[in-house]
């Protein structure tokens, strides 16, 4: 009798096997990917290392989507701060210094005719020229007691305004050789320094707000060829900054 030969069943889904195995390559060359544009040097190496172990131990979906969910939630955080620090970076505008400067016309208006403070309005800001005799002896860099009354003042009207200030020393134009002091620079950046120091310490003015330069007799207000001019020359210009003045500076600093 003639025996019926039976045929294998043939598996037409083998093919499966080696296109889930294509897939997962595919997949973890992208992981790989992401993990390379990560600026989270941390969070590439903890997914290259999820790569390995999912391939290693049959988990790859599971880890890989796990790590993937943590670093989009990190990303998240990142992308929103949290409500200080939205403060700390809220746009900010210098108010306008033409109001103070009449209001400091008023209340200085004995030391304006004494020549001891002078007011212009310059494009870069307010500049309140706080001249040597009222404030410092010749020479000398410590802030005399007499002119407080006028700071208070000043710093009365500095204290309600957002602007920075800049407190710039300047000298007339005959040279300085003391015990103290070698050139009118050193005169000129001390002055300024010392003019912070008093409006930070007896009034409050937050030295953040605050900065300081020393021009010696290079920016002079006046003549140097008249005794009147030179003294003119000899002052700490408080500046309070506008707008304009603000582009100038450190972004620190406004």
Do not use: C
């Not at 880890?63 to 620090?85: K, M, W, Y």
């Amino acid at each position: 009798m003639t025996r019926k030969t039976i045929r294998a069943h043939e598996n037409h889904d083998r093919w499966l096997v080696s296109y889930a195995d294509f897939i997962t390559l595919l997949f973890a060359f992208f992981v790989v990917m992401f993990a390379s544009t990560q600026s989270d040097r941390a969070r590439a190496k903890q997914v290259s290392e999820s790569v390995r172990e999912a391939l290693e131990h049959g988990q790859f979906s599971a880890i890989i989507a796990n790590v993937l969910g943590h670093g989009r939630q990190s990303r998240d955080r990142r992308a929103q701060p949290e409500a200080p620090e939205l403060a700390f970076t809220a746009p900010w505008h210098p108010a306008d210094v033409t109001q103070a400067m009449e209001t400091l016309g008023r209340a200085l208006e004995a030391e304006l005719r004494a020549g001891k403070v002078g007011l212009k309005l310059e494009t870069r800001g307010l500049v309140i020229s706080l001249r040597e005799s009222g404030f410092f002896a010749s020479g000398e860099d410590a802030v005399s007691p007499e002119g407080f009354p006028t700071l208070e003042k000043i710093a009365g009207v500095v204290e309600t305004l957002p602007n920075p200030v800049r407190l710039e020393g300047h000298t007339d134009s005959v040279p300085i050789h003391n015990s103290r002091f070698r050139s009118n620079w050193e005169l000129s950046a001390a002055r300024a320094i010392a003019m912070l120091e008093v409006l930070a310490g007896q009034y409050r003015i937050p030295r953040s707000r605050m900065a300081v330069a020393g021009y010696a007799e290079n920016a002079p207000a006046d003549t140097n060829d008249t005794g009147e001019g030179r003294a003119h020359n000899r002052r700490v210009d408080l500046v309070l900054l506008t707008a304009e003045g603000v582009r100038g500076e450190p972004p620190d600093a406004r």
